[in-house]
């Protein structure tokens, strides 16, 4: 593919000095995916694999001053929102927002670590649901994030049509926190349930796994897939990187999001010479 004609996503993250997660799991992902990031740091963090210690906001005028100078600069394709730490923050998005109405958004609400650590207070939740959501083309929420996000809803179903009676475009739900056999992925839209996908479930837990299939998502949605299919592989790719993760620390394994490269290098062979492979 021609670098001139790689879509854009504009991301909005924190930095986790990891790798596993944040900033750096998307860029991972959308470079694999085809794609060009365009990176907007949200907040700092001091977290390993085992949890978040502390994080620092970034201030919202220099997230603004950030994203707008990607969006008045390139052809942004899609806009990806992860951890945005403060409702400032959500507000400054969801202004950028409506002066770009035509730029897809997938969100992932992170509200908390992986180990359950709060980053989100309640004036920011209420900040997603009243200003972010009605924005959002795809949201990406685990079990547990869907029912706060709809906390007047008695299962996962009712929560999920609430975001969308709001104005979400979709709503995909993540069954990693179900306690259920396989992982099961729900996709909502057109006030229904459109499709359900099962995955093995793997035996590890892993660090980054949200921020990898939001990105994922805005990776494929960017290549102008239509919402089935982009969806689809979005999930293929994302539990092909967890199947590949690694325990690099004493904490949650993390994804190997180039897992298609190195696979590509081993099926050459070290005295091979190197050619041109597709990227997944």
Not at 70 to 79: F, Q
Not at 96 to 113: F, G, K, M, T, W
Not at 190 to 214: I, K, M
Request: glycine share 8%; with cysteine; charged share 20%.
């Amino acid at each position: 593919m021609n670098p001139e004609n790689l879509p854009i996503v504009l991301v909005l993250a924190g930095n986790d000095p990891t790798g596993g997660a944040g900033i750096q799991a998307d860029i991972e992902t959308l470079v694999s995916l085809g794609c060009h990031p365009a990176p907007v740091i949200t907040a700092l963090t001091v977290q390993d694999t085992v949890g978040v210690k502390h994080y620092q906001p970034v201030e919202a005028g220099l997230v603004i001053s950030q994203a707008r100078a990607i969006l008045e600069d390139m052809p942004v394709a899609a806009i990806k929102a992860g951890m945005l730490a403060t409702a400032e923050n959500v507000t400054a998005l969801s202004a950028i927002l409506q002066d770009y109405p035509e730029v897809p958004l997938i969100l992932d609400p992170v509200l908390a670590s992986g180990h359950g650590e709060s980053l989100a207070d309640d004036n920011l939740v209420e900040a997603l649901i009243s200003l972010l959501i009605p924005q959002t083309t795809i949201i990406t929420p685990n079990i547990l994030e869907v029912m706060q996000l709809a906390s007047d809803a008695d299962n996962v179903d009712a929560a999920a049509q609430e975001l969308l009676s709001i104005g979400c475009g979709y709503v995909l739900v993540t069954g990693t926190h179900a306690r259920t056999p396989e992982v099961e992925n729900r996709l909502y839209g057109n006030r229904r349930l459109l499709e359900t996908w099962s995955w093995e479930r793997l035996p590890d837990q892993y660090h980054g796994s949200g921020c990898t299939l939001a990105s994922a998502c805005a990776a494929t949605f960017s290549h102008g897939m239509d919402i089935l299919e982009a969806v689809a592989e979005a999930q293929d790719y994302t539990w092909h990187a967890l199947e590949r993760g690694h325990r690099l620390g004493m904490g949650q394994h993390v994804p190997d999001r180039l897992y298609w490269a190195r696979e590509e290098t081993e099926d050459r062979g070290e005295d091979d010479e190197p050619h041109e492979g597709n990227v997944h």
